[in-house]
């Protein structure tokens, strides 16, 4: 198997009834976990309790894989050795309460936490065979093919062509800009909206529309991966719908993670989904990642159903 390719085991189905897989050694039940379980994919993470049920499997390249990622801000430590991958061309979404590290984990993704005095990362992200995490990989190319949307829409005071094209151009960007500007707002579900006003602020859309430019900013420099934080959590229902759409649509060419605190979002968009839990001590952990289906109507760790269901704040 490619180096850069995991296999997941889904966990609804009884012990023994392995479905064909077209690699037979997916059919070897304990090993194969224990060689996934190092990288926690679809895998309890808790070594007491072990999940070896498993029947389908989904072939899926990693865009980015975790191993023991930490980050710190100066002495405090808010996430602690989260080991995951995160499945390309899919929506993978970071839930859990209020102060687990949900945006600390995401900006990590990007050396967002680069720009917060005091703040540090450990581990390893792997990301196109290199740790992005090293120092020596610069940071402003990783945020190129690393995009990232914010939960409150902020588009630049300028026109809504301009904030398409602004990042393009910083980045050198030299074929056809009117080309590029009316692809990203379509592929944002923008352009029908906005193609007879492109010399209007961008400011004066609407906010669920200026979120959508925002995505069309993001899209116009052509990342691999866009990152998401609550997206849609100053948007009404009808906006967040619309970006919920737009979120499957992107996912067939991009991989998108999602932060979000709405569980029935989460179980809507996404195909696979991390949980994490802080504990006392403040310092968030993964407690279960998979298939957001199983992760939804079966859950192997009593904290995530206690989450799912409503139980946490
Ligand atoms: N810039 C910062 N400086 C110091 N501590 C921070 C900083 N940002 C976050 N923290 C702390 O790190 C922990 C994780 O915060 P983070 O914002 O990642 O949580 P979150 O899961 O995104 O929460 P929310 O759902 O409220 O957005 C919290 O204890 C928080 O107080
Ligand atoms: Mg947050």
């Not at 390719?5 to 037979?24: E, H, I, K």
């Not at 298939?291 to 109507?297: E, K, L, S, V």
Request: glycine fraction near 8%; proline fraction near 6%.
């Amino acid at each position: 198997m490619p180096r850069n390719f995991f296999t997941l085991m889904r966990s609804s189905a009884p012990v023994g009834t392995a479905a064909p897989a077209s690699n037979g050694a997916l059919l070897e039940p304990p090993p194969s976990m224990k060689r996934d379980a190092a990288d926690g994919v679809g895998v309890h993470l808790d070594p007491n309790l072990e999940a070896v049920r498993h029947e389908f499997t989904e072939e899926v390249e990693t865009a980015l894989q975790l191993r023991n990622v930490s980050a710190f801000y100066g002495s405090f430590q808010a996430i602690d050795k989260m080991t995951m991958p995160i499945p390309r061309n899919r929506v993978t979404a970071l839930i859990g309460p209020s102060g687990c590290g949900k945006s600390t984990l995401l900006r990590c993704f990007n050396r967002m936490n680069d720009l917060i005095p005091g703040a540090r990362i450990e581990g390893e992200i792997e990301f196109e065979g290199r740790n992005l995490i090293d120092p020596n990989v610069d940071a402003v190319e990783v945020r190129r093919r690393i995009g990232m949307v914010f939960q409150k829409p902020n588009p630049f005071p300028k026109s809504i062509y301009e904030n398409v094209a602004f990042g393009a151009r910083i980045n050198g960007y030299s074929g056809d800009m009117d080309r590029l500007v009316e692809d990203a707002l379509r592929r944002a579900a923008l352009w029908d909206e906005v193609k007879d006003e492109l010399d209007k602020s961008g400011l004066a859309l609407s906010g669920g529309q200026q979120q959508r430019l925002c995505i069309a900013r993001a899209i116009a420099v052509q990342p691999e991966i866009i990152l998401m934080d609550e997206p849609a959590s100053a948007l009404d229902p009808v906006a967040t719908l619309k970006i919920e759409d737009l979120m499957r649509e992107l996912a067939e060419e991009y991989t998108i993670v999602v932060v979000t605190h709405n569980m029935q979002q989460a179980g809507r968009v996404s195909d696979y989904t991390a949980f994490l839990l802080a504990g006392e001590e403040r310092v968030g952990r993964l407690v279960e990642f998979g298939p957001t289906q199983d992760i939804f109507t079966n859950p192997l760790d009593q904290r995530t159903e206690d989450y799912i269901t409503g139980r946490y704040g």
